[in-house]
């Protein structure tokens, strides 16, 4: 049971604009801490996405964005393409439990 | 350029000790915010982080890991090095290190830059 919680799944036809959740509490998201977005693909290390809740690394493209509001934070990614499909975990800090803090994981699907 | 690579043996029996190395370049863990972390992944399972190091040379653990784990630095190899106990096949997965800038303690910008992993089997 991951700190964060995560949709298992989400999926959507190319070009089309999807989101995922990541859902926390007034120990972690909700406190102020800021919130990190990876993409995992198979056999890859980790890529960071998003960081500092809206930030984008230069290498990253405009079509990936984070918000933050209250205990939840979201990625958003439009003009989906094929090579989108990949599963993506956000990341931030819990102060009950003094250390970094993952979600369980979400696995996109393009369509 | 800032890189890191992981080491450690492929595979350990259960109840044996587990090190990894972590060999870093292109910073230097000396400078102020500068944070270097491991985390794991377990075949088909989620990311979950183990331990930091920080410029200070504080260091912060997994909660539910910490009575395991020892995270270390040797400054003059520029290296990061994490010991894990009492290994059991549960413990299986890929294992990386990974560069973690951060305004402040305990405010991380996120994870930058990784290493490529190391695949870690505990079996008998």
């Known amino acids: 049971q991951s700190v964060l919680t995560q949709p298992p799944s989400v999926s959507g036809a190319p070009g089309q604009r999807v989101t995922i959740s990541c859902t926390g509490s007034s120990s972690n998201i909700g406190a102020g801490y800021d919130v990190h977005w990876y993409q995992l693909l198979p056999g890859t290390a980790p890529k960071l996405l998003i960081y500092n809740n809206n930030n984008r690394p230069s290498e990253v493209p405009d079509r990936f964005s984070g918000s933050k509001s209250g205990t939840s934070a979201s990625l958003a990614i439009t003009g989906l393409q094929a090579e989108d499909e990949a599963d993506y975990c956000c990341q931030s800090y819990d102060s009950s439990l003094s250390g970094v803090v993952f979600g369980g994981g979400t696995k996109l699907t393009v369509l | 350029q800032v890189t890191l690579r992981e080491s450690g043996p492929a595979l350990v029996k259960p109840t044996q000790t587990l090190t990894l190395t972590c060999t870093f370049s292109g910073f230097s863990l000396s400078t102020t915010g500068m944070c270097v972390s491991w985390i794991r992944q377990p075949p088909g399972k989620a990311l979950e982080w183990l331990a930091v190091i920080d410029w200070d040379d504080d260091k912060y653990y997994n909660t539910s890991l910490r009575t395991r784990l020892t995270i270390s630095q040797d400054t003059s190899k520029n290296q990061v090095v994490l010991t894990m106990t009492n290994m059991d096949p549960v413990d299986t997965a890929t294992y990386y290190c990974?560069?973690?800038?951060?305004?402040?303690?305990?405010?991380?910008?996120?994870?930058?830059?990784w290493g490529q992993g190391t695949t870690i089997t505990v079996s008998s």
């Open positions: 990974a560069r973690m800038p951060a305004a402040g303690v305990f405010h991380y910008y996120g994870m930058d830059v």
